[in-house]
């Protein structure tokens, strides 16, 4: 009786991981809704500045300095596996602050032709 109730619990339960995984694949579901939310956010200059520990204002050859120097502190090396993510948050961060600072220098630009 035991191993009976066993089985129908088992195929119960695969049947629900399975769904599940059709779900999270065909991109519906909390799951999938989810990692859209958090793929779509934009960072803050504010997060940004943190993560590279840079200042807009210090100039782009700062932040790419910062950039190449965190960005090679997480990359894979024989000793370690590295990690992809923080790769990808500082790679993210680069770009937020330097669109930031082409935004602040075309505002500069505009306000000397006015």
């Not at 129908?8 to 859209?36: H, L, N, P, Q």
Request: charged share 30%.
């Amino acid at each position: 009786i035991l191993a009976q109730i066993t089985m129908i619990a088992g195929g119960a339960v695969g049947r629900a991981v399975m769904e599940a995984y059709r779900e999270a694949a065909a991109g519906r579901g909390a799951a999938a809704a989810t990692a859209r939310k958090v793929t779509r956010r934009k960072m803050s200059l504010d997060e940004a500045t943190k993560v590279l520990d840079a200042d807009v204002s210090k100039g782009p050859e700062h932040i790419k300095e910062r950039f190449e120097k965190l960005h090679a502190m997480n990359a894979q090396t024989p000793d370690s596996p590295g990690s992809p993510y923080l790769q990808a948050r500082i790679t993210a961060a680069q770009k937020v602050l330097m669109a930031a600072r082409e935004a602040e220098a075309g505002k500069a630009a505009d306000d000397k032709t006015e």
